[in-house]
């Protein structure tokens, strides 16, 4: 089944403790690409990767960082988490930058 | 950068009734235009799109319009149905090629009534 995996699901942590958010997709799509969704705001770009070892800044990059080392993985990293990075993360992907597949989400809170 | 407003912000309807839910956006050299539909607990799913080469694009019961001039396109759902409740994207997005900065809007959330 052609999918959007991410891991975890739900996640708890206090601030400054390192953490990352891993994104795989099963479909060897291009494009990959990180939001945040918090409510009233929409859904805002924090990076995307056009290919393995390209990236680029999207709205939001702010305190995040991504690595893009295979094709399939494209990991979230909280160097150092603060409470107003507590959101609901989506990582999508996308054959040629147009249609993208979101995952399910991972709920961040940061207390 | 790229702006794109939306609303409404909430919409109910009768089912069997029609919804249109509006986005403008800022920057001409948007050229695709994207609708996704969020259910709860779910990431956003892409249920249609329009490149602005075209002004109107009908999938069944879903259509969209684009009006370039103006800078706005719509969403427009007939026939609406209760499993249509779910809250609605659209997004502008440029580039050509390689991959596109994508603006999404604020979201509008849609309610059937039976």
């Known amino acids: 089944e052609a999918q959007v995996t991410q891991n975890p699901r739900y996640l708890i942590t206090v601030t400054g403790k390192k953490l990352t958010v891993t994104c795989s997709q099963n479909?060897?799509?291009?494009?990959m690409s990180w939001y945040r969704q918090d409510p009233g705001l929409g859904l805002r770009q924090i990076y995307y990767?056009?290919?393995?070892?390209?990236?680029d800044k999207g709205d939001v990059p702010e305190g995040y960082k991504v690595s893009r080392k295979e094709k399939r993985n494209f990991p979230l990293i909280l160097e150092s988490p603060s409470p107003n990075q507590t959101s609901l993360y989506f990582c999508?992907?996308?054959?040629?930058?147009?249609?993208?597949?979101f995952g399910p989400g991972t709920r961040l809170t940061v207390t | 950068g790229e702006n794109v407003e939306q609303h409404p912000s909430t919409l109910s309807v009768q089912e069997g009734d029609s919804a249109v839910i509006k986005c403008t956006y800022s920057d001409s050299a948007s050229n695709y235009f994207p609708w996704y539909k969020q259910e709860l607990g779910k990431g956003p799913q892409l249920i249609i799109d329009i490149r602005s080469n075209v002004g109107e694009k009908k999938d069944q019961r879903i259509a969209v319009t684009l009006n370039k001039t103006a800078k706005h396109f719509s969403l427009h759902i007939t026939e609406t149905q209760p499993e249509d409740s779910a809250v609605y994207f659209c997004?502008?997005?440029?580039?050509?090629?390689?991959?596109?900065?994508?603006?999404f809007g604020t979201g509008t959330k849609l309610q059937v009534i039976p």
């Open positions: 990767s056009m290919n393995v070892e390209v990236t």
């Open positions: 997004a502008a997005s440029m580039g050509t090629g390689g991959y596109q900065k994508v603006t």
């Open positions: 479909m060897n799509h291009e494009y």
């Open positions: 999508a992907s996308s054959l040629e930058g147009h249609e993208q597949y």
